[in-house]
Nanobody, 119 residues
Framework: QVHVVESGGGLVQPGGSLRFSCAAS????????MGWYRQASGKQRELVAT???????NYAESVKGRFTISRDNAKNTVTLQMNSLKPENTAVYYC?????????????WGQGTQVTVSA
């Protein structure tokens, strides 16, 4: 069993910054891919940013240049630094830890953390 726990989030004014972290722990060691997704009210969950254990990153076009993902493989943690936040970034942000075996992929989600960007 793998547990994924997020910390951080909250309320911030437009143009502000937030940083939150996620830790995956349990029966499987370092995740192959860790990342962040978000789901705004009435919309589907979408990718924000992911990072492989090798350091490759993938960002949504809308956050490039403003958000930065980083991870600590030894601790199996991932962090998302969000700058220049906009009201449209308001959503519940979820951490995901993925493991790819020889024949099967395993995906574990955190409980989500609310981010509200409002004046």
């Amino acid at each position: 069993q793998v547990h994924v726990v997020e910390s951080g989030g909250g309320l911030v004014q437009p143009g502000g910054s937030l940083r939150f972290s996620c830790a995956a722990s349990g029966s499987i060691s370092s995740s192959d891919v860790m990342g962040w997704y978000r789901q705004a009210s009435g919309k589907q969950r979408e990718l924000v940013a992911t990072m492989t254990s090798g350091g490759s990153t993938n960002y949504a076009e809308s956050v490039k240049g403003r958000f930065t993902i980083s991870r600590d493989n030894a601790k199996n943690t991932v962090t998302l630094q969000m700058n220049s936040l906009k009201p449209e970034n308001t959503a519940v942000y979820y951490c995901k830890a993925s493991y790819y075996g020889a024949s099967q992929a395993y995906h574990y989600w955190g409980q989500g953390t609310q981010v509200t960007v409002s004046a």
